[in-house]
Every structure is written in C-alpha cells, then in structure tokens.
C-alpha cells in the first residue's frame, strides 16, 4: 500500500482529492470542519517537504456552474485550518487552471473549483481525468468520503500517474482502521449495528459474520427480528418481506458461533413524537397503537455487559431515534459503554452516517479510538466491496 511517506515531495506539486464536502449556513460559512481538519496531515507533509498542493473536491450536488457550491466560500475557513494562505482558481481545468499551478511556489496551497461543475466529473469521464492529471507531479487520493465512487478525480484519473500515484493519512487510516477490525482483530470482536432498516445493513451483516464475536442489533431493525421470532411489536417500524431474512441470519449467526445480541425491552411510544407518552416494555409484548424507538434499560445492561469484554469493537447506527431527547438514552449509554471498553484498552471503530452523528452530538468523538470519515464507503467496506478510488491507487 502506497502512501505518503514513500515520496519527498521537494520542489513536487501533489495533486491533491481531498474530500472538502461541508457544510455551509445562509451566509455560506462553514459550520463543521471537520473534513478539513482531516485533511491536515496531509498537506502539511507535502509542505514540509518543500512541496506545493494543488488541491481538489466536490461540493454539494451542483447542477452545472451554481454560485453557492463554489469552493470560494471554503477558501478562509481551509487557510484558517492549515495556517497558510490559500490561493484559489475558479475553474478546475483550462487555461486559468494552467497558469495558477505553473506559478504555484514550494509551500503554497492552490484550491480549484468545485469538480461537479462539469458533469464529466460524476460520469468519470477519461478526457476530463487527463485534463485534471496535469495539475500535478504525483497523485494523491485522500478522500475516503467518495472513494466508493468511480468519478473522474477520485478513481479515473489515478492511471496517468503510474507509479506516482498513493494514498493520503486520512485514507491510508481509515483503510488500517476497517482492517484492524474484520481482518487484523484482537478477540473478542464485538459489532454494533443500529439504524433504521436491515435492508441497508443486510450486506454488511452477511459480510462480518463470520469475523465477529457477537453482533448487537438495535434501532428500527430490531422488531423485523422480534416479529419473525414470533413477537408482538405493534405498530413499530418493520420490513414484512425480511422476516425471512432475518430468520436466515439467526441460522447463519449459529453456524458461524456468532451470538446476536437482540433488545430484551423497548421504550415504546404511541406517537413518533419526543411528546408522545412513553413506556417500559419487554420487546415482544409492544401492543397496538405503539411503537418501539428505543432500547430499555435491562437492554443497555446486557449490551454494556458484551461490550465490557470486548477487545474491538465496530459501531454503526444508533440503537434508537436519538434525534428526540426522549429516545437518544439507549445510544448514550451504549456510547458510555463503548468509551469506557476504550479506555481499558479496546480498539473502538465508529462509522457510516447517523452514529458519527450521535457521536459527535453526545461528545464521545475522542473517547473511542476513531470515527470514520465517511458514510457510503464505510459502509461498502464493511460490506466487503472493493472501492474504486483505492482500487486505483493499488493497480
Ligand atoms: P441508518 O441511516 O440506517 O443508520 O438509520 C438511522 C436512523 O434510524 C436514525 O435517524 C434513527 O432515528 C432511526 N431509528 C433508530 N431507531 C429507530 C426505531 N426504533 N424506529 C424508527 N427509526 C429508528
């Protein structure tokens, strides 16, 4: 695996994917990022080297050439973040693009316009990926967020640098990160998977199975398993057509030696609503008219109980509607439980969307060992996909 450190960047330009995808408010200032900051370490080794970045990204899902997904409004917030000022060109190919980088000096930072303000950029289109290759000396792809994609600048691009082409920090540490759980782990191995649907998580169910201990269900996906099992869920969320499906799994998980782990009790509700009235319940008794949107307190219990004795430990989707107060208790206390396993010398992975989410609203983003960058990559990783953008790098 190619990363930075096999090249000095002296008087080298890198040209840099980083995956700059923030958020911006009204004012069209950044309000998380997060993204930039992950991008840090690796500017800073080409700089240090005596190297220059050029550097590329997508914001958004612009339609053409639209003014509020310029990368001009990330310009300060990316200087700020660095500690050097950074340069930018309103366009990511043609003749301005061409001068910008010719006058670029060792130690300096050009940002290009946002990459989908050419469609060419989403249809990986060959021509579009030439024109963009020519920015740099070396590739360099260290946006984990869209290597799922076969874009022009996240995977097309990659073969007109042969044999200068690696990954950066962030990607090259996400990648040890999913290894160091499915692959390099220590035992016991303990998933955690929540969220809304099994029908999202099934690939990665079918795929960790057997590398994994115990598999803890919560969230939404729990009453498919609870009514295929026989149980009384009301009128919680369910997928009539994966009972089925969930039976197989159980089958599965048995032949593996895999325990899944299922709520025992629920806090029901009888509206989806954080003023609805609220109730205690064993998770196979929910009556009519009310619906499962949390796990209880036994549950946590049982849970913190795995999660103690768990060596590495992967987290993907909360285990209730924590957006409302009145349902976020069940994922706090699994993120306590897995904060605490950390600290007493567990390896702990957070990803895929809506957990790093929870995780960031509840402060446990520097109690667990490292919380991924990315949703959609994350999860075909764990579904045991080969991703475009590191599949290029590695060719
Ligand atoms: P996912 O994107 O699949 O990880 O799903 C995350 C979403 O699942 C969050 O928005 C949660 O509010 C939702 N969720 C978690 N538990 C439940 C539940 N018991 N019923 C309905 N939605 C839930």
């Known amino acids: 695996m190619k990363t930075l450190n096999d090249f000095n960047f002296e008087n080298k330009k890198a040209l840099i994917r980083v995956d700059f995808n923030v958020p911006l408010n009204e004012t069209f200032e950044v309000t998380d990022d997060t993204r930039i900051q992950a991008a840090k370490s690796t500017i800073i080794k080409v700089l240090e080297d005596g190297g220059s970045c050029v550097l590329m990204s997508h914001l958004g899902r612009p339609k053409g050439k639209e ?50 303000f050419y469609s060419e950029e989403k249809a990986g289109d060959i021509a579009f990926a030439e024109q963009l290759s020519k920015w740099g000396d070396v590739y360099v792809n260290d946006a984990f967020g869209t290597a799922h994609r076969a874009h022009a600048s996240t995977a097309v691009i990659a073969q007109f640098f042969e044999k200068n082409k690696c990954f950066g920090n962030l990607l090259a540490k996400e990648i040890e990160s999913i290894d160091k759980v499915l692959n390099n782990s220590e035992k016991p191995v303990t998933a955690i998977l929540g969220g809304a649907k099994v029908s999202s998580k099934i690939g990665v169910i079918e795929n960790i199975i057997e ?31 994966k009972l089925e499906l969930a039976l197989s799994i159980l089958k599965l998980a048995k032949e593996q030696n895999t325990e899944i782990h299922l709520p ?3 806090v029901i509700a009888d ?17 009519d008219g009310w619906m499962g949107l949390d796990c209880g307190p036994k549950t946590s219990e049982k849970f913190a109980e795995v999660i103690a004795k768990s060596k590495t430990i992967l987290w993907n989707g909360p285990l209730g509607v924590f957006e409302m107060e009145k349902f976020a208790t069940g994922t706090i206390e699994l993120g306590n439980a897995i904060a605490k396993a950390t600290e007493n010398g567990a390896f702990s992975l957070v990803g895929g969307g809506d957990s790093v989410a929870a995780v960031k609203q509840f402060g446990f983003g520097d109690k667990v060992s490292y919380v991924s960058t990315g949703g959609g990559a994350m999860l075909e990783m764990l579904e045991g996909k080969s ?9």
């Not at 989806?272 to 009556?287: L, P």
């Not at 953008?389 to 060719?395: P, S, V, W």
């Open 387 to 395: 991703l475009p953008g590191i599949e290029a790098i590695l060719k």
């Open 67 to 116: 003014e509020k997904f310029s990368l001009r409004h990330i310009v300060d917030k990316v200087t700020e973040v660095i500690g050097v000022q950074v340069k930018f060109v309103d366009d990511c190919i043609g003749d301005k693009v061409s001068e910008a980088v010719s006058n670029l000096k060792s130690g300096e930072i050009l940002l290009l316009e946002n990459l989908r």
């Open 271 to 287: 509206a989806f609503s954080n003023d609805a009235n609220t109730q205690i319940v064993d998770t196979t008794k929910i009556s």
């Open 211 to 241: 590398k994994v201990d115990h598999i803890i269900v919560g969230g939404g996906m729990t009453f498919t398993f609870i009514k295929a099992l026989g149980g009384t869920i009301g009128n919680s969320l369910v997928e009539d057509d």
């Open 264 to 266: 025992v009790d629920a």
